[in-house]
């Protein structure tokens, strides 16, 4: 167990790392550096026990990050939705770069990459040699290249460095901070529309927030130069169909699907890797998205 370390964590205001910061600062000091921007974020992540660090990754600011780190988790991202193919370069790719640089004297850092650098594949499963791709272009359409190239600056910097580097390739976090289920929840009560492959079942691997934060410390003890890569995922095969159709069994609510060749295309993933590291996820999907309503949406529950 991560215990007595000094471990700065990037994106804690955000979805993902936000739970992996309020675990470990039960037990270890923990930087969280973000811009705090809005109003109120630096008093929710100060409430975990973390202490809240301004900078900003794109501009290379790292503001009162000591140099001296024992870890280094870095969950960050720029997804501007918009083309700012720049802006986002900077921030994901160069800004990973710049932060191992600035925190080289750690033992080891995890890079939190995505799942959505790969190609969908017609048949079998993605291991972590499968062919990358553009695949989120629809949707976010600067995500997925510049995740690609935060991946080659992690993997470079990792070998000029020494530095031991973990690059997991995440697929899709939930939990009571929400996540893709939830959204989709969201479009059952407004009536809105959920977009699904063609090509479906659009199998996408849930891997629950009490799962991911118990890996941090394996994904640690992983880290390698060169970089380990590995895919970050439950060890279910679950897919938006099965599990919107669970939230309707649980709400009442009906998700009206829209077959589309722009929804994002299935990954159906090998997590051999993880799974021979780190064992099987232990929340069944079922009992994760069930917590997902109570702990967000109680009202929305059946009885
Ligand atoms: N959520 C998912 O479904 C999902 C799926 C697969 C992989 N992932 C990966 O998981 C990681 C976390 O994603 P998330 O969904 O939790 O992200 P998120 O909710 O969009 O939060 C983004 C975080 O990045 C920080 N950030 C953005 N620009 C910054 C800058 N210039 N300097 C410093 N910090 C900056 C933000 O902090 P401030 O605004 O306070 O600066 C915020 O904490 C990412 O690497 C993502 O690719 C996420």
Known sequence: MLENQTILVTGVTGQVAFPVAAELAKRNRVLALGRYGREGDRKRVAALGAEPVVGDLAAGEFGEVPDRLDYVLHFAVAKSGDDDFDGDLAMNAEGAGLLMQHCRKAKAFLHCSTTGVYRAKSEGRIDEASPLADHHRHMLSTYSICKIAAEAVVRTTARQLELPTTIARLAVPYGSAGGWPWFHLMMMKGG??????????????????????????????????????????????????????????????EPRFEAS?????????????????V????????????GLVAARNPELLKG
């Open 192 to 253: 809105v529309p959920i977009p699904i492959h063609p090509s479906g079942p659009n199998y996408f691997p849930l891997l629950h927030e009490d799962d991911y934060v118990s890996h941090i410390e394996a994904l640690l003890g992983l880290a390698s130069v060169p970089a380990t890569i590995v895919n970050w995922a439950g060890s279910e095969d679950t897919s938006v169909e099965e599990w919107c159709r669970y939230l309707s069994e649980l709400t009442g609510l």
């Open 261 to 277: 060749e722009t929804a994002l295309e299935p990954l159906l993933l090998d997590t051999s890797r993880l799974q021979s590291q």
């Open 279 to 290: 064992g099987p996820s232990k929340v069944h999907w079922k009992e994760g998205i069930r």
